[in-house]
T-cell receptor
């Protein structure tokens, strides 16, 4: 398998559920990202991991909890979400270099919170 | 905000015509990138232009960068129906971090 994969592709959950989104990259990159994409809003950077350490947390509510067990895997744990959290969640990876930071995106998980 | 802003928000053209999308940003950058997104899918990197470059080509794509005006344009020549997608510019700042800041995108529709 190549590139960046995400599972599941679609998820419907109630506000009291706990679920996890999974991302895996097969590119040998050392940085991974979670983004949230809502309709008519810019892509929102949620978390950045570099060399398996979290380096960015853009004021994301604590009901979103990331985990990066190794450089190839990234999880987003979800609990007690709100309907406004419904969105497309995108994972991306890149190889950290000074002036070249092309990101490779997964297909996304479409999350619906009821 | 460091995010880029694309203009127009939506663009509809006939197949074979050229499509031009613009991006403006606010901070100093290391590079500017353009991405494409088909509906409900992940983003795909199209092209990167560094801050010391003024123009770059890749196939039917032509990107320009004017750092004095903090703006960039993406030109798609001889458009095809398969070019229908949303196009985003993303800026990387000069802090050394790999973070990218995306705009809201231009929705391009190419009519066969």
């Amino acid at each position: 398998e190549t590139g960046v994969t995400q599972t599941p592709r679609h998820l419907v959950m109630g506000m009291t559920n706990k679920k996890s989104l999974k991302c895996e990259q097969h590119l040998g990159h050392n940085a991974m990202y979670w983004y949230k994409q809502s309709a008519k809003k810019p892509l929102e950077l949620m978390f950045v991991y570099s060399l398996e350490e979290r380096v960015e947390n853009n004021s994301v509510p604590s009901r979103f909890s990331p985990e990066c067990p190794n450089s190839s895997h990234l999880f987003l744990h979800l609990h007690t979400l709100q309907p406004e959290d419904s969105a497309l969640y995108l994972c991306a990876s890149s190889q950290e270099e000074w002036d070249y930071n092309e990101q490779f995106f997964g297909p996304g998980t479409r999350l619906t919170v009821l | 905000s460091q995010q880029g802003e694309e203009d127009p928000q939506a663009l509809s053209i006939q197949e074979g015509e050229n499509a031009t999308m613009n991006c403006s940003y606010k901070t100093s950058i290391n590079n500017l990138q353009w991405y494409r997104q088909n509906s409900g899918r992940g983003l795909v990197h199209l092209i990167l232009i560094r801050s010391n470059e003024r123009e770059k080509h890749s196939g039917r794509l032509r990107v320009t960068l004017d750092t004095s005006k903090k703006s960039s344009s993406l030109l798609i020549t001889a458009s095809r129906a398969a070019d229908t997608a949303s196009y985003f510019c993303a800026t990387g700042d000069q802090t050394g971090a790999n973070n990218l800041f995306f705009g809201t995108g231009t929705r391009l529709t190419v009519i066969p």
